[in-house]
């Protein structure tokens, strides 16, 4: 039977709590433990699919296409096992799934209530479907103290009585802050935060830490004489280099062996950091550098494009380089790019995005990189607004552009409204609901033999995950085509574009799919990889 860790959070947001969960799960699959990790969010949205990138960060999507939170890319990027869809809830799905039960009769006329119905769904769902995991760790967001997120700490407190004993722990992350003009760290923040989640029934098992400095001893006996945990519980989580420290950095903290004890487990084998040091010793030290720029129309807040900045550190970890990274507004430019925008970088970017704000300052910055002979990568809009480029300044198609964007002379790209997955049809229509109704998930592409994608996958046939309404339109493939743009994978009934390339430029290669959602420090993505080494050899030219 599977072990649990809940990990809650308290005193401010932004404490890492995805972060430590992901960690965790690293450290102890070192250790010999199967992992899965679980995100539980107590906002009322069914999914963070419909959520602007600056009200939560960027939407990870699973193999099995559940739009989620983030944290789920932490998740996957640390421990490599592919999360599913079973593995991100929020109060919204908890409150529909009850309601719908409501309706259909199932509580045979009794009195709903968020005790025990709403706490009893919860329950489920951390539970269900963990297959062969030996501990489970599951996050639950917000903080300690929220009013949306009492029904998940309430669940979780049943848990561990309804468990058996050593099968269930309490991990609270929270804040020790420096305050200059004391000079001093203050534990106060965390007795307070600790104080409201014994009140709800949870006593921590270990307590992590936050500081941007060390945190001394005599602070931690305070934390564990108010907080009724033992010292050796409290765990400092300071500030790293590089977040790929952090599971060496738990383990030299003794974070793992505090909840090993918890669970009642005296014989664990002991951990092998070796991959992560050599991770860590490539990110610190090294051999050389790129500047990679990225185009977007979200480039205010970096969440917005999290797997797609950690996929390039993993290139750049490839490739022995550090990656600086240009965040341009795509707003900046609607025309021509000036030089001094661009100037100095070794490759340029276009990542994905919705909506016609900033497309033409994409397309403006794919002409740049094409003129210039910069590696460039389009991903999903991006590659999108390659084609639209290629088709108005090589092909001489005036009026090339995309529906999303309205009535067109040339639509390049379109709507997609029917598809194929796992041998069924699919079928969209414009006015649909804008939540769940995307290509989403993994769809498997067949490579052109002896394209430039080929040579970087090394196979026939790949799968990646997609997340997009609008594909390139089929219809204007022979005029792309002729224009020396070549359409170097397609979906196996030949009907959707996947990847494109220009032969005649040195590195140049756009891809309807996210191939960020499937990078790993310890296994960077291929693309990345090989763009990264682009730029490397383009800086060299320099």
């Known amino acids: 039977m599977a072990r649990y860790v809940f990990i809650t959070g308290g005193v401010v947001s932004s404490l890492g709590k995805g972060l430590a969960a992901a960690a965790l799960g690293a450290l102890l699959q070192t250790r010999g433990y199967k992992v899965r990790l679980r995100k539980l969010d107590p906002y009322l949205n069914v999914d963070p699919g419909t959520m602007s990138p600056y009200q939560h960060g960027e939407v990870y999507v699973t193999e099995d296409g559940a739009e989620t939170d983030l944290d789920l890319g932490h998740y996957e990027r640390f421990t490599g096992v592919p999360a ?7 109060s919204g799905r908890i409150y529909w799934t009850v309601i719908t039960r409501e309706r259909r009769g199932d509580y045979l006329g009794a009195t709903v209530q968020v005790i025990p119905h709403v706490t009893n769904a919860i329950k489920e769902f951390i539970v269900n479907d963990a297959g062969d995991a030996d501990i489970v760790i599951c996050e639950i967001g917000g903080t300690v103290g929220d009013i949306e997120g009492l029904p998940f700490l309430e669940a979780i407190r049943q848990l561990g009585n309804e468990l058996p004993r050593g099968h269930c722990a309490y991990i609270h992350v929270t804040l020790v802050p420096y305050i200059p003009s004391a000079g001093e760290l203050k534990t106060k923040p965390t007795q307070h935060s600790v104080r409201e989640l ?7 098992d270990a307590l992590l830490c936050r500081s941007d400095r060390p945190i001394p001893p005599e602070a931690r ?3 564990a004489l108010q907080c009724s945990v033992r010292e050796d519980a409290v765990i400092p989580a300071i500030d790293c280099d590089t977040i790929y420290e952090v599971p060496i950095r738990y383990h030299e903290a003794g974070l793992d062996d505090v909840l090993l004890e918890a669970f009642g487990i005296g014989d664990a084998p002991a951990p092998q950091l070796g991959t992560w040091e050599e991770i860590v010793e490539r990110v610190k030290k090294p051999e050389g550098e790129v500047t990679v720029a990225i185009v977007g129309k979200y480039t205010g807040l970096i969440d917005a494009y999290k797997s797609l900045y950690e996929a390039l550190t993993h290139g750049g970890i490839a490739n022995r380089v550090r990656v600086n990274l240009e965040w341009i507004d795509a ?4 025309g021509e790019v000036p030089d001094d925008r661009l100037q100095g970088v070794n490759a340029v970017l276009v990542p994905g995005g919705f909506g016609e704000r900033g497309a033409e300052g994409k397309i403006a910055a794919v002409t740049y990189a094409r003129e210039k002979g910069l590696p460039f990568l389009g991903i999903c809009f991006g590659m999108q607004l390659a084609c639209i480029e290629v088709a108005r300044n090589l092909a001489g198609l005036d009026g090339a552009s995309s529906t999303e964007f309205g009535p067109c002379r040339h639509p390049v790209v379109g709507l997609l409204t029917e598809w194929e997955k796992e041998g069924e049809l699919q079928r969209r229509r414009a006015d649909d609901d804008l939540g ?10 067949l490579l052109a033999p002896g394209s ?3 040579d970087i996958y090394g196979a026939r046939e790949i799968s990646e995950r997609h997340r997009h309404r609008y594909e390139v339109n089929i219809n204007y493939k022979p005029l792309l085509e002729e224009a020396g743009l070549r359409f170097s994978g397609m979906s196996p009934d030949g009907r959707l574009p996947e990847i494109i390339e220009l032969p005649s430029h040195p590195w140049f290669v756009g891809v309807q799919f996210h191939p960020e959602l499937k990078s790993r420090p310890f296994a960077p993505h ?3 990889a090989a763009f990264i080494g682009a730029a490397l050899e383009q800086s060299r030219l320099v």
Not at 84 to 90: E, F, I, K, L, Y
Not at 198 to 204: D, K, L, S, T, V
Not at 331 to 334: D, I, L, R
Not at 436 to 443: D, E, F, I, N, S
């Open 84 to 90: 599913r869809g079973s593995d991100s809830v929020s």
């Open 452 to 454: 430039l994608v080929h």
């Open 526 to 528: 291929p693309l990345f």
């Open 436 to 445: 769940g109704t995307m290509r989403l998930g993994a769809y498997p592409c």
């Open 221 to 223: 006996r305070k934390i």
């Open 198 to 204: 014994r009140a709800i029934g949870i006593q921590p």
């Open 331 to 334: 707003e900046a430019f609607a």
